[in-house]
């Protein structure tokens, strides 16, 4: 979906990439200028999920907020996240598919899909 950015000059941008929205505001919340920084860096290293890594990044801020006005140490907060990390990286490497011992077609196969997927990317498939 496109957004529709308009300054102070009178400069108007339409995108749809959050990286290229998130770089145009003028943030001063210390917070939100991390928000900022999760997208760069995510743009930077991947080139997609901008908008998802901050609205992710923002809802484990809003989910942590009462435990710190509850007094929780922003230490074990981080530690259950670690944990957290941790469990679903274990659910993830469960639910893998491995390809060792398969057939050269069933390979191709997955090996399809994979591709179908990463094409459909705003990246390289069109743009809605």
């Known amino acids: 979906m496109d957004k529709l950015i308009h300054d102070d000059k009178g400069s108007v941008i339409i995108s749809n ?14 917070t939100a200028k ?3 920084d999760i997208a760069k860096s995510q743009d930077s290293e991947v080139g997609d999920g901008t ?3 901050v ?6 801020l809003k989910e942590a907020k009462p435990f710190v006005e509850d007094g929780v140490h922003s230490q074990n907060l981080i530690r ?3 944990t957290a990390s941790t469990l679903a990286i274990e659910k993830v490497k469960e639910l ?3 390809i ?3 057939s050269v077609e069933e390979k191709k196969g997955l090996l399809a899909k994979c591709a179908a997927t990463t094409l459909s990317s705003k990246l390289i498939g069109g743009r809605e």
């Open 100 to 102: 060792e011992g398969k």
């Open 34 to 36: 991390i928000l900022v």
């Open 55 to 60: 609205l992710l990044a923002a809802e484990f």
């Open 17 to 30: 990439d959050g990286a290229t929205i998130m770089k145009l505001l003028d943030i001063v919340h210390p």
């Open 96 to 98: 893998a598919v491995s």
């Open 51 to 53: 908008t998802t890594v």
């Open 80 to 82: 259950s996240y670690r």
